[in-house]
């Protein structure tokens, strides 16, 4: 663990938060109010906001030590979509579809959760390409 992979873990830790918001407050915010009885109320969901925190920090922390390990001395801008690409489709894609699976969620919502997270993925893989475009880990 050396200084570079530490700010990588903290920038893709802002970035994955950050985008978290957008994506679950501001665009899907109005379908989660639709569909509200299949999650905790704002109220008690605040409750539980540290371990919202602990989970990013845990997955921001994995997605730096990953993407660091298999970098290469290529284009960042194709390994950071690449890199990006395969997440989603390692966790993104089928944890809502196992949620959906579980859970009587609106296939609709169930849509928009995957293209979202799904983009949000692939942006920060092209923040961690960009933060390692030496191809040093």
Not at 70 to 76: C, I, L, T
């Amino acid at each position: 663990m050396n200084r570079k992979f530490l700010g990588a873990w903290l920038v893709i830790f802002i970035a994955w938060f950050l985008g978290s918001f957008v994506v679950h407050h501001l665009l899907l915010g109005a379908d989660y109010r639709a569909v509200a009885g299949l999650f905790r109320s704002e109220v008690d969901g605040r409750k539980f906001f540290p371990l919202m925190i602990l989970a990013h920090v845990m997955m921001s922390g994995a997605f730096t030590w990953i993407y660091a390990r298999g970098v290469e001395a290529k284009p960042w801008l194709g390994q950071g979509v690449r890199f990006g690409v395969a997440v989603a489709f390692l966790m993104t894609i089928p944890v809502y579809l196992m949620y959906y699976c579980v859970q009587p969620t609106p296939a609709e919502l169930v849509v928009k959760q995957i293209v979202f997270d799904g983009a949000l993925v692939v942006i920060l893989g092209v923040i961690a390409g960009w933060l390692y475009r030496d191809g040093k880990a």
